[in-house]
């Protein structure tokens, strides 16, 4: 399915999306994870079973060097979700937050982070 044919087609029963590309918007990706609405769990539902448990809603989001701007924050949502963290992403963006790092030597100090501690 591509994204401009989702909305029209009111799907809330996907038991998996498989992203092939980042999005371009935020909304987008929203609407894809929409299609799963059906299948998403209800992590304080005591009634859970394990077959239910079995057959929750599953994401997969195939990431490449062009989508390096989108992997840290991919990172901190799936740490905040406490979802399964595939290694290949912490040495991912390990190499990015690293990179991102090395830019900052030798560039002056922001005045306001001078001032007041953020910039």
Not at 2 to 9: F, N
Not at 93 to 112: N, V
């Given at each position: 399915?591509?994204?401009?044919?989702?909305?029209?087609?009111?799907?809330?029963?996907?038991?998996?999306?498989?992203?092939?590309?980042?999005?371009?918007?935020?909304?987008?990706?929203?609407?894809?994870m929409?299609?799963?609405?059906?299948?998403?769990?209800?992590?304080f539902?005591?009634?859970?079973?394990?077959?239910?448990?079995?057959?929750?809603?599953?994401?997969?989001?195939?990431?490449?060097?062009?989508?390096?701007?989108?992997?840290?924050?991919?990172?901190?949502?799936?740490?905040?979700?406490?979802?399964?963290?595939?290694?290949?992403l912490?040495?991912?963006?390990?190499?990015?937050?690293?990179?991102?790092?090395?830019?900052?030597?030798?560039?002056?100090?922001?005045?306001?982070?001078?001032?007041?501690?953020?910039?």
């Amino acid at each position: 399915l591509t994204d401009r044919c989702l909305p029209s087609l009111h799907i809330s029963d996907a038991t998996c999306v498989i992203h092939f590309g980042f999005p371009t918007s935020q909304r987008i990706f929203g609407m894809r994870m929409l299609s799963m609405l059906d299948n998403f769990q209800n992590r304080f539902d005591k009634d859970t079973s394990l077959e239910q448990e079995c057959s929750k809603a599953k994401s997969v989001l195939l990431m490449s060097e062009k989508n390096a701007v989108h992997a840290v924050g991919i990172l901190r949502y799936l740490e905040r979700t406490e979802a399964a963290i595939p290694p290949e992403l912490f040495d991912f963006t390990a190499g990015i937050l690293s990179a991102k790092e090395e830019m900052k030597h030798g560039r002056p100090l922001c005045q306001h982070l001078k001032a007041f501690g953020v910039c």
